[in-house]
T-cell receptor, first 113, second 115 residues
Framework: DQQVKQNSPSLSVQEGRISILNCDYTNSMFDYFLWYKKYPAEGPTFLIS?????DKNEDGRFTVFLNKSAKHLSLHIVPSQPGDSAVYFCAASPYTNAGKSTFGDGTTLTVKP | DTGVSQNPRHKITKRGQNVTFRCDPISEHNRLYWYRQTLGQGPEFLTY????????KSRLLSDRFSAERPKGSFSTLEIQRTEQGDSAMYLC?????????????FGSGTQLSVL
């Protein structure tokens, strides 16, 4: 039973447009959510996070939205740039140990010039 | 200190052999994690240490797997009697417990291929 799901394996967006990556979770014990970005031959790198007491967190071009009732979060990238092309992982954890995360299977984002 | 370092980057072994991987975390980080990632999937939690204490192990971690962090600094992950199903990317990550918004800093991983 996969507790964190990223239903879109891939997404292609034109440079300058918005990229929206989605993530659903099933475990109500999750109360801290993170997005990681991964380039080939590298480990994932932290991008942005949100705790369950918030519904939005913004950092530059990146915004994460959390809908607790729907158990859904999304990552918005505006404007998208070719350097954003990577695999994006959604992760969820109990707040007591944010490092012990459950990851989704990732969405490969391609930003076309 | 430039980040989490993992060695070797690649390891090819024959089924039944033992292998050992090393992870050097960011020096001030007191938590260290091991994850495993197979193609097309996200990282899966294996185990974690707080300082030198191993606090939790996943059910994924069979008794052929053992991890240590002897002095609360670097860590090793050993797999005994490797099987083809052990082929995966083994990722190490570290974090600072005191960080209110704890996040993981990952190494580049060790890619294990069991023939």
């Amino acid at each position: 039973d996969q507790q964190v799901k990223q239903n879109s394996p891939s997404l292609s967006v034109q440079e300058g447009r918005i990229s929206i990556l989605n993530c659903d979770y099933t475990n109500s014990m999750f109360d801290y959510f993170l997005w990681y970005k991964k380039y080939p031959a590298e480990g994932p790198t932290f991008l942005i996070s949100i705790s369950s007491i918030k519904d939005k967190n913004e950092d530059g071009r990146f915004t994460v939205f959390l809908n607790k009732s729907a158990k859904h979060l999304s990552l918005h990238i505006v404007p998208s740039q070719p350097g954003d092309s990577a695999v994006y992982f959604c992760a969820a954890s109990p707040y007591t140990n944010a490092g012990k995360s459950t990851f989704g299977d990732g969405t490969t984002l391609t930003v076309k010039p | 200190d430039t980040g989490v370092s993992q060695n070797p980057r690649h390891k090819i072994t024959k089924r039944g052999q033992n292998v050992t991987f090393r992870c050097d975390p960011i020096s001030e980080h007191n938590r260290l994690y091991w994850y495993r990632q197979t193609l097309g999937q996200g990282p899966e939690f294996l185990t974690y240490f707080q300082n030198e204490a191993q606090l939790e192990k996943s059910r994924l971690l069979s008794d052929r797997f053992s991890a240590e962090r002897p002095k609360g600094s670097f860590s090793t992950l050993e797999i005994q009697r490797t099987e083809q199903g052990d082929s995966a990317m083994y990722l190490c990550a570290s974090s600072l417990e005191a960080d209110l918004n704890e996040k993981l800093f990952f190494g580049s991983g060790t890619q294990l291929s069991v023939l």
